[in-house]
């Protein structure tokens, strides 16, 4: 389950580890929003196999308490119909905060992705969504530290690092070093030829 494009990503990238792993069951990726493929991450969705079912509680563009009333009831709704094993929450939204009401309520375990991220611009969500799962991921030693200092069991938690390995790993590997860098308005003749050495980071806007 994810609320955004960048999440969303995220979310479908390991979804298809997942599928591809042959774990046993299907995953059904979900957005809060009306399903879709964001368009900017065109080209690395192109490169990832669909998963075998895509939902969106087409709940966005309302007030907060209106939303989280519609997420909650189509969520739990989903949740009776496909009795899932576990749902995998991404994101700190007021959606994403109802579906995870939804899912504690039916008992259904929760697995919190990127656990333990605070700062003000992000709402009072995130936390409440990290105290009802049962299993929490990290993507950082801070996010870590974050929840200890919250009170979170040691036992309930788990530094992972960053989803965007899954989405690298997934990229597409036909890409040439030089579109990469004109994509972003660099000159490929930075790279020295007689001996090409280059130091990519990938960062969403809040360091995602």
């Not at 907060?64 to 899932?84: C, G, K, N, V």
């Not at 656990?115 to 709402?123: D, L, M, W």
């Amino acid at each position: 389950m994810a609320d955004d494009a960048v999440d969303y990503l995220k979310v479908r990238m390991l979804a298809a580890d997942c599928e591809g792993a042959a774990l046993g069951g299907d995953v059904v990726v979900t957005m809060v929003r009306a399903s879709c493929e964001p368009q900017e991450n065109g080209d690395l969705l192109k490169a990832v196999p669909v998963p075998s079912l895509e939902l969106g509680l087409n709940v966005a563009g309302r007030d907060s308490a209106e939303l989280m009333s519609l997420a909650l009831t189509r969520f739990s709704a989903l949740l009776a119909e496909f009795a899932p094993a576990g749902v995998a929450l991404i994101g700190d939204s007021a959606g994403i905060l109802a579906c995870a009401l939804a899912a504690s309520e039916r008992g259904v375990p929760i697995l919190r992705l990127d656990a333990g991220v605070r700062s003000s611009s992000r709402g009072p969500y995130g936390s409440l969504i990290d105290r009802l799962a049962g299993r929490l991921l990290t993507r950082s030693v801070n996010a870590h530290s974050m929840l200890a200092r919250e009170g979170t069991p040691s036992e309930r938690m788990e530094c992972v690092g960053s989803l965007w390995q899954v989405v690298i790993r997934r990229s597409p590997a036909d890409v040439s070093p030089g579109d990469v860098l004109r994509r972003f308005g660099v000159a490929p003749s930075v790279v020295d030829p007689v001996s090409p050495f280059g130091l990519l980071t990938v960062s969403g806007a809040s360091g995602r």
